[in-house]
């Protein structure tokens, strides 16, 4: 019998999704968080770093990643046990950011996968790279 609440993933499988980033993500992101960085916010101060501009939070960079892993690849019932994230280039407001996920690793007597977890931006640079171990129960 199947420790997992369906199929199993095949190693090598691969799930993406795609949407656009708005300042509205920042606002949101900031009601949740209380982050009101300034590199989020005031364009002169952002202007004046390495970014050159303003960025959205990490967390609205990431947060595509749960969205694949929670609705597409393992899927429902998923959660994240551990992450190892870079974050290597900025997102802005108007960014298309795509999240992709890839099986590297199934156990069979845990519904536990290791995953390959990579943000590009709609200009092709990755945005944020790691890996994943997540967990998936039956829901």
Same mark, same amino acid.
């Given at each position: ?7 199993? !993933? ?18 949101? /992101? ?6 009101? @960085? ?14 050159? &501009?303003?960025? #959205? ?5 990431? &947060? ?10 393992? &899927? ?10 870079? /974050?290597?280039? !900025? #997102?802005? !407001?108007?960014?298309?950011?795509? &999240? ?30 790691? @890996?994943? *171990?997540?967990? *998936?129960?039956? #829901?």
């Amino acid at each position: 019998m199947s420790v997992w609440p369906h199929q199993p !993933p095949a190693i090598g499988t691969v799930a993406s999704r795609s949407r656009l980033v708005t300042s509205e993500d920042i606002e949101l /992101f900031t009601r949740m968080t209380g982050d009101r @960085n300034p590199l989020h916010y005031d364009d002169d101060a952002a202007s004046a770093t390495r970014f050159g &501009g303003i960025i #959205v939070q990490g967390g609205v960079t990431s &947060g595509i990643l749960n969205a694949v892993v929670a609705e597409d690849l393992p &899927g429902p019932g998923t959660v994240f046990l551990n992450v190892e994230w870079r /974050f290597l280039a !900025p #997102v802005r !407001p108007g960014d298309e950011i795509t &999240g992709r996920v890839e099986v590297l690793e199934v156990r069979s007597d845990k519904p536990i996968a290791s995953l390959r977890t990579t943000v590009l931006r709609g200009d092709g640079e990755v945005v944020l790279d790691g @890996n994943a *171990t997540t967990y *998936t129960v039956s #829901v």
